[in-house]
C-alpha cells in the first residue's frame, strides 16, 4: 500500500484491512468541519447535551421507547445516512434496521464526548455485549441546538474476530495510577489542538512526530496494529518509500472535519473518508487509539 498525502495513517491502515468487506451500512457523508462550535461552551452546556443524546441508548435503542426519539429530535433533523429518511422517524428506522441486522442487539456505549454544540459517542451493537469479538462498533456524532438533535452522521464498522494487539475495538487499556484525572475545558482544547496537529503532521509524511508527540507504549486497538510506537514506525516506513515528500507537492494535504475533545480523549473525524479516529492524551503524548472505519472503503 502506498502512502497517500491526503490519506490518514490509520485510516490507511484500517482501509486495507477492510478493503474487502461489504459496503458500508452507515452510507454517511463524512463529517464537515463545524461552523457554530468554533466557539467552545462550557462544560454544564456539554453535559447537558451529552445527557440528552445518551437516552437515545439507554432508553430509544435499549428498551424501545421511541417515544424518546420524537422528543428528543428536532422536526428538521438532518440524517446523513442515506437508507433513512430525516427527522425522528428516521431516526426510528436506523435503529430498527440495526436490530434486524442484530437480533437481540443491545447498546453499550464505550465512550462519549461533548464539546460545543457536538456529542459524538463510540458505542458496540452487539446481543453478547460482555464479548467484544462480536457485533458492529458505531460512532454517531449529533449536533444538538436549543434541547434538540438537529444532525446526525453515523459510522458502521464490523467487528473482526481478533486484533493484532490482542486489545478489543473498545477496552480502554491505560490506567491512571492515582484515578483518572478531571481536566478543564482550557486543557481539553490544549490536547485536542496537540492531537489534531500531531496526527495532521504524521499523515502529511512526517514520521519524527512519532518521537516527539507518541508514547512509546502506545495502546492500539485498529485490528491490525499491534502495540507501540515501533510498528507504527515500521509501517510508515515501508509504506512511504517512493512516495513525494509533503514540502515536494505543496504542503500537508490531509484535510480533517470536526474535531472534539472530552477528558482526556480526543476525537477526529475524517473530510475524506468515513473515518473516526480517537486519541487519549496523556501527560502531552497520544498513548492510546482507537478508530472506527465504515465497511466497504
Not at 53 to 77: G, I, M, P, Q, W
Request: net charge negative; proline share 5%.
Amino acid at each position: 500500500m502506498r502512502y497517500r498525502k491526503t490519506l490518514p495513517w490509520f485510516a490507511a491502515v484500517a482501509l486495507a484491512c477492510f478493503a474487502t468487506a461489504c459496503s458500508s451500512t452507515s452510507g454517511n457523508d463524512p463529517a464537515t468541519p463545524s461552523t457554530t462550535s468554533a466557539a467552545r461552551s462550557s462544560s454544564a452546556s456539554e453535559e447537558r447535551n451529552k445527557a440528552l443524546v445518551l437516552r437515545l441508548y439507554s432508553e430509544a435503542f435499549n428498551k424501545d421507547k421511541t417515544d424518546v426519539v420524537k422528543e428528543l429530535v428536532a422536526t428538521d433533523y438532518v440524517q446523513h445516512d442515506k437508507s433513512v429518511p430525516g427527522g425522528a422517524d428516521g431516526q426510528v428506522k436506523q435503529f430498527k434496521d440495526v436490530k434486524a441486522k442484530i437480533p437481540g442487539a443491545v447498546a453499550t456505549v464505550k465512550h462519549v464526548a461533548a464539546d460545543g454544540d457536538l456529542v459524538a459517542v463510540h458505542w458496540h451493537a452487539s446481543a453478547t455485549p460482555k464479548n467484544e469479538a462480536t457485533g458492529e462498533a458505531k460512532a454517531d456524532l449529533f449536533r444538538v441546538s436549543e434541547g434538540k438533535l438537529v444532525e446526525h452522521w453515523g459510522i458502521t464498522q464490523t467487528v473482526p474476530a481478533k486484533t493484532a494487539s490482542g486489545n478489543s475495538l473498545f477496552s480502554d487499556v491505560h490506567r491512571y495510577p492515582n484515578g483518572e484525572p478531571t481536566l478543564s475545558e482550557e486543557q481539553e482544547e490544549k490536547n485536542r489542538k496537540f492531537a489534531v496537529e500531531a496526527y495532521r503532521k504524521l499523515s502529511d509524511g512526517d514520521a519524527t512526530v512519532i518521537d516527539k508527540s507518541w508514547d512509546p507504549r502506545y495502546y492500539q486497538h485498529n485490528p491490525i496494529a499491534p502495540n507501540g510506537t515501533a510498528p507504527l514506525k515500521q509501517f510508515f516506513e515501508q509504506n512511504t518509500q517512493g512516495a513525494p515528500s509533503p514540502s515536494s507537492t505543496g504542503g500537508g494535504g490531509t484535510r480533517f472535519g470536526n474535531t472534539l475533545a472530552d477528558g482526556d480523549l480526543v476525537w477526529v473525524f475524517s473530510s475524506d473518508y468515513v473515518v473516526v479516529d480517537l486519541f487519549r492524551v496523556v501527560d502531552g503524548k497520544i498513548i492510546e487509539h482507537w478508530d472506527v472505519v465504515a465497511d466497504g472503503q
